[in-house]
């Protein structure tokens, strides 16, 4: 089958740095992508990785095994701003290409 | 460039009615995703568009269907409503089925 596990929820400190981790078991691998989610909002794109290793994007980044299938998503400078949900989300291959696979997402409350 | 846009933004209907929702995606994307989200699930994929044509289809029943018109948008019509359609339904559009997906506000539709 096709899962993919993620913490429910996470506090921290607004100025801290967070890590919401992420396991996958998919039959197909063509990407993960990291996605936040306001409440009432769509889920907006902050990261992609398809190889191995870190992907830096401002106070973002995120780090994929592809043979351990795990990922994280790292937040630096945390702030209010960033109490959201995050979505780690698989890009399946084979016959689900084009399907991305969903976490149920981790909501992260940032506290002053 | 204009964002994914999806009509109606809410809607409310009773059992047994139909509905349909349409997206527009970015200009220039040609793949077009559907996602239904519920607090309990999460985001679950419906089906993938490419060119008119459906190349991937997750696990709903067939009272849910899509279309997708040569401008490339696409509609999604969910027939003989059931309380449990109750959902927010995110359109996602990329240039092709391996690219980065960017989500629609989405439509929140109650069944009653």
């Known amino acids: 089958g096709q899962n993919i596990d993620q913490p429910t929820e996470m506090t921290a400190t607004e100025g801290a740095i967070v890590q919401i981790n992420c396991t996958y078991q998919?039959?197909?691998?063509?990407?993960l992508f990291w996605y936040q989610q306001h409440a009432g909002e769509a889920p907006t794109f902050l990261s992609y990785n398809v190889l191995d290793g870190l992907e830096e994007k401002g106070r973002f980044s995120s780090f994929l095994s592809r043979s351990k299938g795990y990922s994280y998503l790292l937040l630096k400078e945390l702030q209010m701003k960033d109490s959201a949900s995050y979505l780690c989300?698989?890009?399946?291959?084979?016959?689900?290409?084009?399907?991305?696979?969903f976490g149920k997402g981790t909501k992260l409350s940032v506290k002053p | 460039k204009a964002g994914v846009t999806q009509t109606p933004r809410y809607l409310i209907k009773t059992r047994g009615q139909q509905v349909t929702l349409s997206c527009s995606p970015i200009s220039g994307h040609r793949s077009v995703s559907w996602y239904q989200q519920t607090p309990g699930q999460g985001l679950q994929f419906l089906f993938e568009?490419?060119?008119?044509?459906?190349?991937n289809k997750g696990n709903f029943p067939g009272r849910f269907s899509g279309r997708q018109f040569s401008n490339s948008r696409s509609e999604m019509n969910v027939s003989t409503l059931e309380l449990g359609d109750s959902a927010l339904y995110l359109c996602?559009?990329?240039?092709?089925?391996?690219?980065?997906?960017?989500f629609g506000p989405g439509t929140r539709l109650t069944v009653l």
């Open positions: 568009y490419f060119s008119e044509t459906q190349r």
């Open positions: 996602a559009s990329s240039w092709s089925n391996t690219d980065t997906q960017y």
């Open positions: 989300a698989v890009l399946g291959g084979g016959g689900s290409q084009g399907n991305l696979i």
């Open positions: 998919t039959s197909g691998f063509n990407g």
